[in-house]
């Protein structure tokens, strides 16, 4: 019987014939596959031995330091009004880079962190702030919502999932990420539901305020590296948040008729009418104090670590129409990117600008009503215009956009405008 002088490889002992390329040595033979997951294998084992190298993007040293002024000339590009809000951050991040770049020295004063409360009606730019601020600031910056969130051992995230964001930010850099930013959006989901402690568990509520009360104040915290659920045999990471400045915010729905409440009850008798004359009833929010948020739901312990509590205008009619054309990012602006990108250009009337203000008012929705009022006047537009219209004007009026929002499509009416 003729003796098979087949080659193998000698470590998975597949022919020649089944493998793109075989090395041969001494004594044994290797394919190409086997090199692979060797090759694999040997990076896993070199990056768990060998500390990550920082990553030059989050050295703070390599950074300009931007003045409280340029952070809040740099926030009025891109949100329309809200100079108490802005002032308020733009002081924050300063005195957290000065912080960040000088560490304490043995003897020295040490500065404690001055983490932040916005409150807000909903669409008044709390959420934008926070994603403008992300674009200026060279430390790592992480967005989470809190209604997420349950007391450990329930269903849903872990509270310690929010560092699992910021250590994803900074590409799982841990000294990076001690260092980074934290905006806790909806903040007041998490207000307890009754004004008396609770005779059973409130884990989405109460709950989930004690178990952010360590991360706040600054402490060493187990985190699961991909978030999610805590589990024993999963690898935890050790993140000290003690550098790490925290920005909450929420709309508080509410929280307004309490406010009142405590400013009438406040004044008895006939003093009471000179004592109130001068509260500006159209913006009540700018009177918030820690007890109408305790009164809301939040725990003292919660506001004791939020000394900075801050608020945002309601938006009017001047605001709403400067958010339409105004910022770098305008609404305008960038339905006029659509357009030409379709080789259409697109013109809008002044009146047009003002229906869709009354319109955004009307709704109650703040900025993000003004989105929803483009959508629906525009949808049918960005249907057909780039069949019908290239290379063309589309000019859009008040009596396109009130026949759009009113009767809807009308396709006609679109070949007239």
Do not use: W
């Amino acid at each position: 019987m003729a003796k098979n002088n087949e080659r193998k490889c000698s470590f998975c002992d597949r022919e020649e014939k089944n493998v793109n390329i075989l090395f041969s040595g001494l004594k044994g033979n290797i394919c190409d596959e086997c090199i692979e997951n060797a090759h694999s294998l040997l990076q896993e084992a070199i990056d768990g031995q060998q500390p990550k190298k920082r990553n030059s993007a989050n050295d703070l040293s390599k950074h300009r330091l931007y003045k409280p002024r340029e952070i809040k000339e740099f926030l009025d590009q891109y949100v329309i009004g809200q100079d108490d809000a802005k002032k308020v951050l733009s002081v924050a991040m300063y005195n957290h880079y000065k912080r960040l770049l000088h560490p304490v020295k043995a003897d020295d004063v040490e500065i404690e962190k001055s983490n932040i409360l916005m409150v807000g009606e909903t669409g008044t730019g709390k959420t934008l702030l926070a994603k403008t601020i992300a674009r200026l600031l060279q430390v790592p910056f992480a967005i989470v919502d809190a209604t997420v969130f349950t007391e450990a051992g329930y269903v849903g995230e872990d509270v310690e999932s929010i560092l699992s964001r910021l250590l994803q930010a900074s590409d799982y850099d841990v000294a990076a990420a001690e260092k980074g930013i934290i905006f806790i959006d909806e903040i007041d989901k998490t207000g307890r539901k009754g004004d008396n402690p609770s005779i059973t568990r409130d884990v989405s509520g109460e709950g989930v305020q004690q178990a952010m009360l360590k991360l706040l104040e600054g402490s060493d915290v187990l985190v699961p590296p991909q978030g999610g659920r805590k589990h024993p045999d999963q690898k935890m990471v050790k993140v000290n948040t003690q550098n790490i400045l925290f920005i909450c915010g929420g709309a508080f729905e509410g929280i307004d008729k309490m406010i009142e409440r405590r400013i009438q009850t406040s004044a008895i008798g006939y003093n009471a009418i000179t004592s109130t004359k001068n509260i500006d009833r159209s913006n009540i929010l700018q009177y918030v104090n820690a007890q109408d948020l305790r009164s809301f739901g939040l725990i003292p312990e919660l506001l004791g670590r939020l000394p900075l509590i801050t608020y945002l205008n309601p938006l009017d009619k001047e605001a709403l129409r400067r958010i339409l054309t105004e910022p770098k990012n305008a609404l305008i602006k960038q339905y006029t990117r659509l357009f030409e990108l379709e080789d259409i250009k697109l013109i809008v009337d002044d009146d047009a600008l003002d229906y869709m203000v009354a319109k955004a008012v009307e709704f109650k929705l703040g900025g993000r009503g003004l989105r929803s009022i483009c959508e629906l006047i525009l949808t049918d537009a960005m249907f057909h215009l780039p069949s019908e219209k290239q290379g063309e004007s589309f000019h859009l009026t008040a009596a396109y956009a009130r026949q759009m929002l009113e009767h809807g499509d009308r396709f006609d009416f679109i070949k007239a405008a």
